[in-house]
């Protein structure tokens, strides 16, 4: 199976056109209040004019007004959505789009398996390395052999880089892979050649995995 790739955090045009040079399957762009890569509605147009169809853009919230997601909505058009704070499943799925649940791991495996309970209505669930409460987007790894069977596609995110993402897709198998500071030179600007080698290896570990 062909591992998906998702770079999440973009904020510049040419970094998005890049990601879509190199086959990345999904690009996110973030709204939560205390992350560094958070957007403004201004720079929305251009970033999302810089997506093809076929790529899904994906609108990242963490504990945002509905108001607040509404407007981002509202000119960003993604085709996905993702939550990463304590909204509850009503509040996910009142957007009328197919979301993401993220879990955070870094309590350990216990609250992917709430998660599968707590939110019926997620179309997959993203487990990152980040404590509860936490923006996610730190770097910080978890043990990926924890991934307890959640019955929906698993992205697999924190700490990912492309020295280590060949090691996680063969240990984890999950159905996409997620990266934002593993491909930076600073929270928010992409570097070109991170980019590409994160790609490539993700390719290789899927070239090389068993039949």
């Not at 509202?74 to 499943?89: C, I, M, N, S, Y």
């Not at 980019?195 to 039949?211: C, G, H, I, S, T």
Request: aromatic share 8%; charged share 25%; hydrophobic share 40%.
């Amino acid at each position: 199976m062909r591992t998906r790739i998702k770079f999440c955090g973009m904020t510049r045009p040419g970094d998005v056109r890049l990601a879509v040079e190199l086959g990345v399957d999904a690009l996110g762009f973030v709204f939560a209040a205390a992350s560094p890569r958070r957007l403004a509605i201004e720079q929305l147009e251009g970033l999302r004019q810089a997506v093809p169809p076929l790529v899904d853009a994906v609108a990242l919230f963490m504990d945002n007004p509905g108001s607040e997601v509404v407007a981002a909505l509202r000119v960003l058009k993604p085709t996905l959505l993702q939550f990463h704070g304590g909204e509850d499943d009503a509040f996910c799925r009142s957007f009328g789009l197919p979301f993401i649940k993220v879990v955070p791991m870094g309590q350990g495996a216990d609250d992917a398996v709430l998660a599968r309970k707590r939110y019926p209505s997620a179309s997959a669930f993203l487990l990152d390395g980040h404590g509860p409460g936490q923006p996610g987007g730190r770097g910080e790894r978890f043990d990926w052999t924890t991934l307890p069977p959640l019955g929906r596609p698993v992205f697999l995110a924190g700490g990912l880089v492309p020295s280590n993402v060949g090691q996680a897709i063969r240990a984890a198998r999950p159905y996409a892979v997620d990266v934002s500071s593993g491909i930076e030179s600073a929270p928010g600007l992409k570097d070109g050649e991170k980019m590409q080698q994160f790609v490539d290896e993700v390719r290789r570990a899927d070239r090389n995995a068993p039949e």
